[in-house]
């Protein structure tokens, strides 16, 4: 593989292909495509064309999105609208994952793309059209696909088993699904409150009266009080907070639904057995670690007249990448739409990015929109769903048949009947494998599904908005139409304006100041007492704060959740946030890089996005320094202590370089398993019953995850500050532990990028002849910036070290704009997995080691 030259990454960037125009098969003869040496698409539209120059803009996206990402774009919206199983059949239609076609047909999904298309047809026929025109663009490379790319069409018909085979036309349902899709995905708790649910229910049912069982298993205080709005003070957050109340402990029927799932524990795991899952850049993990960073940081604040935006969104790493780079322009022909950035495939505009000017950029806000219901059906008159004083309201009913592909290529007709709870939603109990089961074990007993989503979302109005906004004005107008999928959304302008709003449809729940309310985390298991109220109004939002800078990093927008009392839920906004060290560690770096020479540069927040110190292992090791001086540890364990201390005082970077890391991330590894081991073994009359596989299975969804972190760090806090013997004992335990760890996997002294690979993994591997990509070490961990997300995998044997923590997660771009008066916006991005369907080329590979390198190129330009 050839060197990268600074030279060329940053320099003035060539063309790989010419003028592209006017010949059939082409898309529309009005406008001018450009693929630049990494395959950045941009689009000008040419001649006179007024108002119809926005439409044939969109048509030419579509065609030209289509050529660099067909595939993807159809399976994406296969998997959107609960049609996998017509290409890959049974196992898609019905199989364990969470993208199966039942699964997302369950959820609701396919209900919510329907309610959006309804919503755009009635209120927004202007948007709707450019919809079309985009899939018109699509369509035209669907017709031309035999000669534009056979190859493609062989495969299609390898895989259905049928030789005459054709792609289905593209429509705007099509965009629509996989927009909804993407927002889900962003936005859903439901297995995360079902697995909550499971584990308090387990804790509460012989625990009634020993509160403090319940607060040692979950605290959702963050690690760092690093909040995007300015609090009140160190003591209290920015808002009102409830009295302290005891926490909840489930009645009856929260008793009831225990008693039927006390041995289904590991119901809740969704799997991804299927590698082309991962097209959405969706999470099958259900309590994963959150992990985007965006920020501005305005010209008063820069020292040099620049202002900064910087956006890196972290998903699951996959090949292709979930982002398109597009540069659009239909102004050139008397139309609205002059703007680059990126957006998913499948998609028209963009996503993020900016016009001529402001810009934009997102990350997930990780507040509560859905809800998980325990339903109570009635036994004497099948169909009806109990609600408040013993009333009850009759299921919905939505019949609906799946085509499944069969080995012969032929396809079978599968019939299921989706029922619905009024004013909840659908049914998860009826067909969703894991949910199924509990259906199955209580008689008369299920769970539905409320997401803000299922009324429908008009996101795309909101996108095109920002697309035409010129101020801070029109970029909160445009967002009022953002309703769906829950994102921090920045902003900054070339006059050197800085903003935060996280507009959207933030649930009110007033049925939480009620004395012995049940946490909005965990399922309701209330007979339709606990509705949702209005939307919420008190949306957090900054504008110029005086402070020069704003970063959200998926952390606290309030500071609500400061309070160790799991019953404040005064206004509450959410519960599954970032523990706040990506956040704090971005707002230190600006700072730092201010102080050094009193200016911040491109090249500091390019440092920033690639920054590896992890002050969420720091925090860990600081617990662990403060505690040593108290323990008697044998030499072996005294030992690993010292190297794990001597990584905190060389600065906690996850450097793949470093041959101390594997050992710390053995360690902490073990002391959330010591200490949530120690609950474990506490509770056993609780867990009466309960196989060990199945406590495993609870207990194994919690070590490691961002809830686990907090509270053992918050938790071993209030021991060190009482020097209490249990929190001495739980650091000379889990040493001991990661003693035997580190020597049964052979990590002592190996490097961090050694078990720590990057799996980026090549969707198309097993249906088209590209290759994978080759291996590579990865820097970075859970708690750095430039996030290296893991999955703890099997030991493997045989191999100098047996411990594999291969990074799939981190960010699948990282963009760079640079606004000032007076002059075009700037920008610069890396996209890894290419902006294509193929590694083959050298553009690819090099933007992919650029990634893993922190080097950024130019985004792409437009057509001039």
């Known amino acids: 593989m050839r060197h990268i030259r600074k030279s060329f990454v940053f320099g003035v960037i060539g063309l790989c292909a010419v003028l592209l125009g006017g010949c059939a098969g082409n898309g529309d003869k009005n406008s001018t495509v450009r693929l630049d040496n990494f395959n950045q698409l941009a689009i000008r539209v040419d001649g006179e064309l007024g108002v119809e120059a926005d439409k044939v803009l969109f048509k030419r996206q579509g065609f030209e999105q289509a050529k660099l990402r067909f595939f993807q774009m159809d399976i994406s919206r296969r998997i959107a609208s609960g049609r996998l199983g017509e290409l890959y059949g049974a196992e898609a239609f019905d199989g364990n994952g969470l993208l199966s076609d039942v699964t997302i047909w369950s959820l609701g999904l396919p209900h919510s793309s329907q309610q959006t298309l309804r919503r755009l047809e009635k209120d927004h026929p202007e948007i709707l059209a450019l919809l079309q025109a985009f899939a018109d663009g699509v369509n035209e490379y669907v017709m031309e696909i035999a000669t534009l790319d056979p190859a493609l069409l062989k495969q299609y018909r390898s895989i259905t088993h049928n030789q005459d085979y054709f792609p289905q036309a593209w429509s705007p349902i099509d965009s629509v699904a996989v927009g909804t899709q993407m927002a889900f995905l962003l936005s859903n708790s439901f297995s995360k409150k079902a697995t909550l649910g499971t584990a308090y229910l387990a804790i509460a049912k012989n625990l009634e009266g020993a509160e403090e069982n319940i607060e040692k298993f979950l605290d959702l205080r963050p690690m760092e009080n690093e909040f995007i709005l300015p609090v009140a003070g160190d003591s209290d957050p920015a808002g009102p907070v409830a009295p302290n109340r005891k926490p909840y402990l489930p009645g009856r ?103 001529e000017d402001i810009a934009w950029g997102f990350t997930n806000s990780m507040s509560d929109v859905d809800e998980l219901y325990g339903e109570n059906f009635n036994t004497d008159k099948p169909g009806y769903v109990r609600r408040p004083n013993k009333k009850w309201v009759k299921l919905e009913e939505y019949p609906h048949t799946f085509l499944v592909r069969q080995a012969d290529g032929s396809m079978k007709e599968e019939t299921r009947v989706l029922r619905w709870s009024p004013g909840h939603g659908p049914i998860l109990t009826d067909h969703i494998r894991q949910f199924k089961k509990i259906g199955e074990a209580i008689p008369n007993t299920g769970f539905s599904y409320k997401w803000t989503g299922h009324d429908g979302g008009t996101e795309v109005v909101a996108l095109m908005g920002l697309a035409r906004a010129k101020n801070y004005g029109d970029f909160k107008a445009a967002l009022q139409h953002f309703e769906v999928g829950a994102q921090n959304i ?186 949530y081991g120690w609950l474990k073994s506490d509770m056993d009359a609780a867990f009466t019953g309960f196989g060990a596989a199945e406590r495993n299975g609870l207990f194994s969804n919690f070590v490691g995850s961002s809830f686990a972190l907090d509270t053992v760090y918050h938790k071993a806090n209030e021991g060190l500050d009482k020097s209490a013997p249990e929190t001495l004992k739980l650091y000379a335990d889990s040493l001991q532990a990661g003693v035997r760890e580190v020597g049964r996997l052979g990590v002592a002294g190996v490097r961090w990028g050694q078990v720590h690979p990057l799996e980026f993994y090549n969707v198309f591997a097993e249906v088209l002849p590209t290759p994978p990509h080759p291996r590579m070490e990865r820097d970075g961990n859970l708690g750095t910036v430039d996030m290296g997300g893991f999955d703890v995998v099997p030991v493997v044997a045989g191999t100098q070290s047996s411990m594999r923590v291969p990074n799939v997660w981190g960010p699948n771009f990282r963009l760079l704009l640079v606004l000032e008066e007076g002059k075009p916006i700037d920008g610069y991005n890396v996209l890894p997995g290419g902006n294509t369907s193929s590694l083959e080329s050298e553009g690819a590979l090099n933007e992919l080691l650029m990634w893993r390198d922190g080097q950024q190129r130019r985004l792409v330009r437009f057509v001039e």
Not at 314 to 340: C, M, Q, W
Not at 510 to 519: T, V
Not at 525 to 537: L, Q, T
């Open 253 to 355: 029927k929260g008793r009831d639904l225990f008693n039927g799932v006390k041995n289904l524990l590991g119901a809740f795991t969704f799997s991804c057995p299927d590698k082309n899952m991962a097209l959405l850049g969706g999470s099958c993990s259900n309590l994963d670690t959150p992990g985007s960073n965006n920020w501005v940081v305005s010209s008063r604040y820069t020292g040099n007249g620049q202002t900064y935006l910087a956006n890196d969104p972290h998903l699951n790493l996959s090949f292709p990448s979930t982002f398109v780079e597009v540069a659009l322009d239909s102004k050139h022909a008397g139309g609205s739409f002059y703007i680059r950035g990126v957006v998913p495939a499948g998609l028209p505009g963009i996503l993020i990015g900016h016009n």
């Open 490 to 675: 920045v902003y900054s302008d070339r006059q050197g304006n800085i903003g935060y709003y996280s507009h959207g449809h933030f649930p009110m729940r007033p049925y939480l100041e009620n004395e012995g309310a049940a946490p909005p985390y965990l399922p309701d298991m209330s007979y339709g007492e606990n509705e949702w109220g209005a939307w919420r109004k008190n949306v957090p939002e900054l504008y110029n704060p005086e402070k020069g800078y704003i970063v959200t990093a998926n952390n606290d927008p309030f500071g609500y959740n400061r309070k160790p009392n799991l019953s404040n839920f005064k206004d509450y906004f959410g519960f599954r946030f970032a523990p706040g060290s990506r956040a704090k560690r971005i707002s230190d770096l600006i700072q730092t890089y201010k102080k050094d020479d009193g200016v911040v540069t491109v090249e500091d927040m390019r440092k920033v996005q690639y920054d590896h110190k992890d002050l969420m292992f720091c925090r860990l090791v600081s617990q662990l320094e403060t505690a040593l001086p108290q323990l008697e540890l044998p030499e072996a364990e005294a030992t690993l202590a010292k190297r794990i201390v001597a990584w905190k005082a060389d600065g906690c970077f996850a450097k793949r370089s470093d041959e101390r890391l594997a050992e710390v991330t053995v360690w902490v590894s073990q002391l959330l398993r010591t200490y």
